[in-house]
């Protein structure tokens, strides 16, 4: 168990087509594949005309054979690339780091619809600090006056709270989705692992499907092509990935985010409103 979580910052994640070193060879090879056709092609009849004095070019066409420079560096460069970088059972790191950009992408979006409901139902929070201030019945009779003048502002609405509810779990799951994906992502046994068992059921890893199961404390790569699955275990288990932390550790964790210290809790209600800060 880790003493204090570790905020995980968004990630601009961007991913290369698998198959783009295959695309480039195939291009370059078959660049200079057609130069040396037509260059066989010119041959054969040279061949057939020199011997027989039979036909004559306009002297130029051995040039159309050429193998540029460009052709060369073009084709090298593929040929290398696609021996280091090409992976024919896929890319298992580039699947969870995209995996993990989707749920970013939606967990951005509920903070959004969160951060919008808070601000609509924040005037609570002028409510609780009138009423806890107030230390005599004129205070008391004030604070009372306060509520009648604004009571329909200061009514939240159980449509509000719905949303509240639900934003927060939609966060917390998707939050938690994206850290599994990460750290698997970033672990290199586990990377190696999944790959293994990509190369083993024959497929790519662009074909297999990863879930975290926050249940069983774990992320699964299923196979097409097997009813077989792998699991990498986030609770210390293997490869030392032992991701989950206390209640304590995340309030603490969110105490100390930007996301907090900006927010009207924070803050103060009229320092956040109004710009009244002491």
Not at 198 to 209: F, I, K, R, S
Not at 221 to 243: K, P, S
Request: hydrophobic share 40%; charged share 20%; proline share 1%.
């Amino acid at each position: 168990m880790k003493n204090k979580l570790k905020m995980l910052p968004l990630l601009a994640i961007c991913s290369v087509a698998q198959s783009n070193e295959l695309d480039n060879l195939i291009d370059a090879s078959s660049d200079i594949l057609n130069e040396i056709n037509t260059g066989v092609l010119l041959v054969g009849a040279a061949s057939e005309y020199a011997y027989s004095g039979s036909g004559l070019s306009d002297g130029t066409l051995s040039s159309t054979a050429h193998i540029s420079t460009e052709q060369l560096d073009a084709y090298n460069n593929a040929l290398s690339n696609f021996a280091v970088n090409y992976k024919p059972f896929g890319d298992v790191q580039t699947v969870l780091e995209d995996k993990a950009a989707v749920e970013l992408d939606m967990m951005d979006e509920a903070i959004g619809v969160f951060t919008e409901v808070v601000v609509d139902m924040i005037s609570v929070q002028e409510v609780a600090t009138k009423s806890a201030e107030a230390s005599s019945p004129q205070e008391e009779a004030e604070v009372q006056e306060f509520v009648v003048q604004n009571q329909e502002m200061l009514t939240i609405s159980q449509d509000d709270v719905d949303t509240y509810n639900q934003s927060i779990d939609d966060i917390e799951t998707h939050a938690n989705n994206a850290s599994a994906y990460i750290a698997v992502a970033s672990n290199k046994e586990a990377v190696e692992f999944f790959e293994q068992g990509v190369e083993n059921a024959n497929t790519t890893a662009e074909q297999t499907t990863v879930f975290y199961d926050a249940n069983q404390q774990w992320v699964t790569m299923g196979y097409n092509t097997t009813r077989n699955l792998t699991a990498v275990y986030l609770n210390g288990q293997n490869f030392n990935l032992d991701m989950y932390v206390s209640e304590a550790d995340v309030l603490l964790a969110g105490s100390e985010s930007d996301f907090y210290l900006s927010s009207p809790l924070s803050q103060g209600h009229d320092c956040f409103m109004y710009g009244e800060c002491e």
